[in-house]
Antibody
Framework: QLQLQASGPGLVKPSETLSLRCIVSGGSITYGGFYWAWIRQPPGKGLEWVATVYFDGTSYYNPSLKSRLAISVDPSKNQFSLSLRSMTAADTAIYYC??????????????WGQGTLVTVSS | QSALTQPASVYGSPGQPITISCTGTSSDIGGYKYVSWYQQHPGEVPKLLISDVSNRPSGVSDRFSGAKSGNTAYLTISGLQAEDEADYYCSSYRANGTLVFGGGTKLTVL
């Protein structure tokens, strides 16, 4: 059974860089042509797609966040990561990692990790 | 990037059907058959209900169905049950590898 586990620092200071990691278990990140995504959800608000990566490094970013984002993948460790620079209070959210279903990067997420809460505060 | 438009709230009585709309543009919903719907109970992870406009994953109740017309997608829940009370989100592919979600709809079962 495929499982995803996101991890992060929990608390980040304003202007700092957030680093998140998602470990995939129960299946290979290189198998099946699946893409892997980060989605976030501010407390009490809706879902926002952040970025997507393929095992070969192909990546896509939310245009609203692109200038601050970097997504990467490490097939040897079966994990992918996200970096978000210049954090502000508006970036406070639960960050979920997920597998995207369907062909290419077209499908919505079909398997979600539990998410990790990131709070931006001094 | 702008989100897809969903009603903030919908209400229904047990046993009745309800439909939630999700409106986008020809650059997302109208241009592709890649609309998904999610259910999220408080404090829980979103659960995929519908993929590719109308496909229901294994294990999802057949009371949930999806459709699309032009730039608007629809999620219909037939025979409302108390446990259907939750937030519902749509998502769509929007070209160049990007995804977009709707703002979410809170379903209240009266």
């Amino acid at each position: 059974q495929l499982q995803l586990q996101a991890s992060g620092p929990g608390l980040v200071k304003p202007s700092e860089t957030l680093s998140l990691r998602c470990i995939v278990s129960g299946g290979s990140i290189t198998y099946g042509g699946f893409y892997w995504a980060w989605i976030r959800q501010p407390p009490g608000k809706g879902l926002e797609w952040v970025a997507t990566v393929y095992f070969d490094g192909t990546s896509y970013y939310n245009p609203s966040l692109k200038s601050r984002l970097a997504i990467s993948v490490d097939p040897s460790k079966n994990q992918f990561s996200l970096s978000l620079r210049s954090m502000t209070a508006a970036d406070t959210a639960i960050y979920y990692c997920a597998r995207q279903g369907g062909l290419g990067a077209t499908g919505g997420p079909d398997v979600w990790g539990q998410g990790t809460l990131v709070t931006v505060s001094s | 990037q702008s989100a897809l438009t969903q009603p903030a709230s919908v209400y229904g009585s047990p046993g009745q059907p309800i439909t939630i709309s999700c409106t986008g543009t020809s650059s997302d919903i109208g241009g592709y058959k890649y609309v998904s719907w999610y259910q999220q109970h408080p404090g829980e992870v979103p659960k995929l209900l519908i993929s590719d406009v109308s496909n229901r994953p294994s294990g999802v109740s057949d009371r949930f169905s999806g459709a699309k017309s032009g730039n608007t997608a629809y999620l219909t829940i037939s025979g409302l049950q108390a446990e259907d009370e939750a937030d519902y989100y749509c998502s769509s592919y929007r070209a160049n590898g990007t995804l977009v979600f709707g703002g979410g709809t809170k379903l209240t079962v009266l």
